[in-house]
């Protein structure tokens, strides 16, 4: 038995679609079948019974999973001491940090965190929401930043600060006379898109809803990227609060007519231990 079956058959147990949990493991659907029957030739039965609705587990699968999942818990756990040895126990709380979440409230709390307890290192890792999950799946993350939706059954999450959406733009935009940026001329300049945005599908269907449709004249996951573009007058882009940085040269406004806000979480995986400096930063997470 390898543990690439292991991992497989667990993702199929938590997704109950082969599609699914090969997407989420990050591999094609016919190795991780392929993978699911060799483990299934070595168990002596089928694990999963395939229907429309997706893939249920089998009386053989149901005995097997309590014993698998310990398996990848162990191989996990085996993992992270081994970390802790070779690197003498100086392990940095490692935090991911979802790519479209600012800066600001993570780094003034993880300052707080480091001024209470000098001697803990950190380490930040920004990366797309699906590499964050299966890295916190995995226990390369102590911690995951992220303003995606996920199941309270995986993940341990803690609220950690709502915050709105506005409209950037640089200083001579003409929208910078403006109190408020109507969704009528909105619609009408050229937007700086990110197609990471986890709310940007919320705002063009609400856009949608006034009988509005936003133009993309650029395209790109970089924030840095975008905030220059608009500083150059390339257009507006639409921001959480805590990504638009304190700048002379940009002014952000309200959308008129609609609220667009997010909630930023932090998780932590169900299944693995917590590390007692990693819940100390939690709860300096949550105080600010």
């Not at 090969?22 to 392929?34: D, R």
């Not at 395939?50 to 756990?77: N, Y």
């Not at 995986?154 to 109190?179: N, T």
Request: charged share 30%.
């Amino acid at each position: 038995m390898e543990m690439n079956q292991v991992r497989y058959f667990l993702a199929v147990c938590e997704h109950r679609n082969f599609t699914h949990a090969a997407s989420a493991s990050n591999v094609s659907q016919p190795s991780l079948t392929i993978a699911i029957k060799k483990l299934e030739e070595e168990m002596g039965g089928a694990l999963f019974i395939r229907d429309r609705a997706g893939c249920r587990l089998t009386s053989l699968g149901k005995l097997l999973f309590p014993r698998l999942e310990r398996v990848q818990l162990e191989a996990r756990e085996a993992k992270a001491d081994a970390v802790r040895h070779t690197r003498l126990e100086r392990v940095p709380i490692s935090i991911g940090v979802g790519e479209t979440i600012g800066n600001h409230k993570v780094s003034e709390a993880v300052e707080r965190f480091r001024v209470r307890l000098p001697q803990a290192e950190i380490e930040l890792i920004v990366e797309a929401a699906d590499d964050l999950l299966a890295g916190l799946r995995d226990g390369d993350f102590d911690i995951v930043v992220t303003a995606e939706q996920v199941t309270p059954e995986l993940y341990r999450i803690d609220k950690l600060y709502r915050e709105d959406y506005r409209v950037v733009v640089a200083k001579d935009h003409p929208f910078s006379e403006k109190c408020a940026v109507p969704l009528e001329a909105l619609a009408q300049t050229d937007l700086l898109d990110r197609p990471n945005c986890e709310m940007r599908d919320t705002l063009h269907g609400m856009c949608a809803d006034h009988g509005h449709v936003l133009y993309a004249a650029y395209r790109s996951n970089r924030v840095d990227w975008l905030l220059e573009l608009a500083r150059q007058g390339s257009g507006a882009v639409i921001l959480p609060t805590t990504a638009i940085p304190a700048s002379l040269d940009l002014v952000s406004l309200p959308i008129e007519g609609i609220t667009v806000t997010r909630e930023v979480v932090a998780l932590r995986y169900r299944h693995q231990a917590s590390r007692p400096e990693a819940n100390e930063l939690i709860r300096e997470f949550t105080r600010g």
